[in-house]
């Protein structure tokens, strides 16, 4: 085990189709099991379809923007002081907000049900860009938590 962590970003790969690292994070985020072809063909169909319910964008700069849109700032954090718990809003860094974005948009897609995987993170991905649906919801309602324990910020040291 090193010592210090040592991040694998400048080894990750984009993905072939697109040449974007950010669909080859999102297919892995989205496989399930080690099944990454199988990931990547719901992405890839995802994207197809993207293409046809926003024909005036690039599908990959619909995708980028959904995720942007969902990305939190703030977040709370459980803080114990003096036997209490307070919940401090933090900064979110960079990598955990992409890694919400995902998470919450899957979480998003994946509890639509009656349809395809695809077709429901189509959906999601679509009210995403137009900053409607659960996932911005969901993004919010983190700021709104952050926002109403703003009186405990002076705890995050």
Request: hydrophobic share 35%; net charge positive.
């Amino acid at each position: 085990m090193p010592r210090k962590y040592v991040s694998t970003e400048r080894f990750s790969k984009p993905d072939p189709r697109y040449n974007s690292r950010l669909v080859a994070k999102f297919i892995n985020t989205v496989m399930y099991q080690g099944k990454k072809s199988v990931a990547m063909s719901m992405v890839y169909e995802t994207i197809e379809q993207l293409k046809k319910r926003v024909p005036e964008e690039d599908p990959v700069n619909v995708f980028q923007t959904a995720i942007n849109n969902v990305k939190p700032q703030l977040e709370v954090k459980s803080k114990r002081v003096g036997g209490a718990n307070y919940q401090v809003p933090v900064e979110v860094r960079p990598k955990r907000a992409q890694y919400l974005a995902f998470k919450w948009i899957i979480e998003a897609a994946r509890g639509r049900k009656g349809r395809a995987f695809s077709d429901c993170l189509t959906d999601e991905l679509v009210e995403a860009f137009k900053k409607e649906g659960s996932a911005v919801k969901k993004r919010e309602e983190t700021h709104r938590m952050a926002d109403a324990n703003r009186a405990f910020a002076h705890f995050a040291w």
